[in-house]
């Protein structure tokens, strides 16, 4: 199966940059501001844990921070959709000891130096192991598995990991704001299962988003759940600071087949999708 996509037109509706409205707080961290980027939380955090070398050492504010804002993630997905809501788990924490489990995501317990020797870690899932490399990110999507991960900080013997896995993907029409969640400046990614409500060679994706300055986003089609690897298209698209709106043409033969929308925006940028819609 082959898709089209086609970009129809990108526009900026308000230069008015709002990354709050509508977003959750951390249920367990709820005393954090609402933050779609883990580094803005670390200020707060020093100031109400410092770090003592004893108690509380720096990794455990790198994991916090990530910790707030994935969990965030979490409720917004689950309730961003008017139908069918997505199910996402997510953790981070040090990968060594106590070490880092989420849903079927396994990061390898090694030690932080060694971690740094080598240049990256190891996850493991179901469907094969990933490589994260050290103060970077890495997406895995493979048979039924999508997964990302980032890896912000290495010391002697601890790192701080984040894993993320989509559990259940979204379906549009979504109407409630949900952050794209930055790791301390690594942007994830967010999947929807995208299908037509009736039979019909072109899909056509309304697509909401704000950012806090100028880029570039990746769209692509993926594969349905079993076959998350596939590429079916793939394009980018820039938009301004503010609130953007972009349309898309999707079109199939004899008809567009389901698939799964991937969007990615750039690191070091604070973005939130405000909806998204699919005709007919």
Known sequence: ??????????????PEVDLKTGLAVSPTLSW?????ESADLMDPLREEAPINGIDVVEWMHYAAADNAVFEAFEEEYRVCSASSGGSIASRSGDGYIPGVRVAN???ASWRGSYVRSRGYTIVYTPRGAFRVPVGGKALFANRDI???????ATYGIQYAITLLQWLRLAKPPITKRVRFPSSHGRVAPNFFSI?????????????????NKPQKIMIRGRGTKGAYQNILFSDTF???KGQNEVIYHVTGF???SAFTLELQPQDHCKTVLDYLEVYP
């Open 1 to 14: 199966m082959q898709l089209s996509v086609k970009l129809q037109e990108v526009k900026l509706r308000s």
């Open 146 to 152: 999508l997964a990302w991960a980032s890896l912000p």
């Open 32 to 36: 954090l501001p609402v933050s779609i």
């Open 254 to 256: 004899p008809v567009v």
């Open 195 to 211: 299908s037509t409500r009736i039979p019909s060679p072109i899909c056509i994706m309304r697509i909401g988003i704000t950012s």
């Open 238 to 240: 820039k938009v301004d």
């Open 105 to 107: 995501l396994r990061a």
